[in-house]
């Protein structure tokens, strides 16, 4: 018999021994078998650590772009992935939660990369003064812990449960070793074997144990991060390992809980929120056959229209079908196998102790294309406690399956503490159209809760209902549900990095922290800091202007320019008893007087202004006091490239305006001096353009360079091009865009001509063997010169022929086959990308 596979140490090894059966949850067949017998744990944990160094070691950026690139990846195989999941039982909407919702979680931590420095650590806050002169200083950066990150995971998102904390861990810099629960582990095998193939993740960022070792938490290590996902009473047991507790080892743990939704004493029969409170209880009751951690587990309604919810949640479930989960018209598929079956029933057993079962029952069923009694069927089951307040059994046994309890409040303060005897748990919902009832209730209600959900008319059609875990919001609850937390975006990440709090001098600070720290040494510019590339500037880079009086006409003219009348502006009989002496300057017009200093007038990398994040005036400025600037690159953050603009990033500059008078031009003496001198600062961003250095510039020398070496043998490092057919089509090219050849249609769908045309403002290189559309697949087109010499010479007369078509109409727009119609600036781009693409090729470049 098969056996699921684990991926340990750079390599695919089966268990020991024969292992544990597991079957389809449908069909009830074996298919494969599980055992981790021979897996030896320390080395296993000890290979991530040390092979974790080469993830370290990414920026932030590398990393997000990492996650990005393998969730592009990973979809490509969903197909895959969703034939496998049907053996667990899941539905195709159970799967897409579990699949692309996973997905969606490396997706989603890709893009906080923006929110990081490009560099392997984290800057935290903002930078704190320690002495009274700036000149000590601190701060406290992150850096990736050396350890690794081990997730026990739960059976009943294979695939989830891994991306939604691997996500995380990869974000930060920490390697992962999975174990997820072996009734599904065949599935996450699955997707970690796509993941290994794919090579996008450096090895040893992701180990896969398939299944559970007892002795996984024996040699965890301080710098080790644990994370568990299960039961209470097992996540109960981890939680106090002596070796977690010698070692303080981080342990996050999400548990199983008796989550409450709540129905508002507003939201009666007949209203938009009674029906999406049924709909939203039918769902969480029955979706992933109720083996969610986050499924609705109380409902708790007013006394008085309890028939009313029974009888239409009866009716709602009338309308579930359960069957084979391959099947359309099936709606909720089965338990994870009969073990979990028989849980279930044990657990409502207990709960209708007190509670009656007023909707389902434990009988065979009829599934719908599926033996009943072969597959862990069961069928929804709804309970009613009269007596919660009495009776707990509802508040403290989860049947972990498609089973609810219905009680009964008369006050919201009942709703709350009825809601708070779960003792702890992961998600609340209220259904109200009430927003002070809301306000209430979440505020009492928040101490016992992970998240509320707040339903209502207006947030339906966006919202993504009570059980839906979001990767930028907190995953986790207080009490029975662990009191850890998951996910959380910026917050998630955190978790997994070692906070340091850093001490020193300002230049000191600025350098370890990638970031200028007020009072630090400034790095003079050799030229005007607006002139370097992204690349180029480093913070602290600065540059002192020379000086501007500001006038009374200045102040005057601003005034009537933008309609500040400010009295302090126009109105000097009015200054008494304010803290102006004189006619004073507008604030705007000082940070504008001091863009006029420090903005380099030339065109150069500089491509925009991108915001201003912070600005504070200091003290009055009045008419004829003169200014001066000390413009300095403050932080540099990196960016994706977007649309129809070169690639760029933003560097923020730190903007301090001085009074030359008060220093008569020059350093200032003390710091008295110093702090006197400055009247205001600010934070300005611009978007600064990144060097290109993919592609060669085709200079008219490197051209008839690249021509010479060009001969009749030289070979094609890829495609079947031969030299003079390679030059014909350059040639063609020039002819196209100097619009003489046009008798051609667009190649490209409309609709995805701009996300191509896009591309040629990127720094990335044409794919290599792409098919042009004007030539048939496969096949050389037909030469049309006699030989390669008169080939080259063709193609120089097209390309001079190019260059004066734009020079006599420099707004003329002629259409290209793949890339529709481009402007002069556009054909630029695309032939330098074009001609490095084939002479690469031929490697004449």
Known sequence: MQKVQHYIQGQWIDGKGEGNPIFDSVTGEHFTNITTEGIDVPEVLQYGRTKGDTLRKMTFIERGNMLKKLAFHLQKHKRTFYDISFKTGATKIDSWVDIEGGFGNLFANASLRKLFPNQPYHVEGEPIDLSRGGRFMAHHIMVPKTGVAVHINAFNFPVWGMLEKCAVNWMAGVPAVVLPAPQSAYLTEAVVKVIIESGILPEGALQLISGTRKDILDTVESQDIVTFTGSASTGRKLKTHPRLIEESVPFTMEADSLNASVLGEDAKPGTPEFDLFIKEVRNEMTSKCGQKCTAI???????????????????????????????KEVRMGTLIDKKQVEAVKNSVKEIAKTADIV??????????????????FIKPILLRENDPFTNEAAHVTEAFGPVSTLMPYESLDQAVELSRMGRGSLVSSIAT??????????????????????????SAKQS?????????????GPGRAG??????????????????????????????????????????AEKHPFAYHWEDIEPGMSLKTHSRTLTDTDIINFGNLTWDHFYAHTDITSLEGSIFEQRTAHGYFIISAAAGLFVYPNKGPVAANYGLEEIRFLRPLYHNDTIHVRLTCKQKIDRDQKGKELPSGIVKWYVEVFDTDVTKGNIPESEEEEKEALVAIATILTMVQKKQTTFKEITDEVFEKALHNLKEDTKPAWGMMTP??????????????????QDFEIATPEKYIDEVKETLYNYEPMPKNYNFPFYKEGELFSLK??????AKQKLKEAKKQYTNFFVENPDAVTKNAVFGELSKFEWKLMHRKHINHHFKQFGII
């Not at 909707?359 to 862990?376: I, L, T």
């Not at 090219?733 to 003489?740: K, L, M, P, V």
Request: aromatic share 6%.
């Open 359 to 376: 909707y389902g029952d434990f009988e065979n069923g009829e599934a719908v294309g599926a033996d009943f009694e072969k597959g862990s």
């Open 464 to 476: 993504t209902g009570h059980g839906s875990p979001l990767p930028n919001l907190i995953h986790g």
């Open 433 to 458: 159209n009430d927003d002070k009832v809301a306000k209430d209730y979440t505020v009492r209600a928040a101490t016992h809760h992970g998240r509320i959900l707040v339903l209502n008319r207006e």
């Open 724 to 741: 003079q057919h390679m030059v014909e089509h350059l040639e063609d090219s020039y002819r196209i865009a100097s619009g003489e050849i």
């Open 483 to 524: 009191g850890g937390e998951e996910m959380g975006g910026v917050r998630g990440i955190k978790h997994y990095l070692q906070r340091c709090a850093v001490q020193g001098s300002p230049t000191t600070l600025t350098e370890v922290t990638g970031i200028y720290q007020p009072n630090a040494d400034y790095k003079e």
């Open 785 to 790: 010169h006699e030989d390669l010499a008169t």
């Open 297 to 327: 587990r109380r409902i708790i309604v007013p006394e008085n229209i309890m028939e009313d919810v029974q009888i239409a949640l009866g009716k709602a479930l009338d309308k579930v079908t359960y069957g084979d989960p391959r099947l």
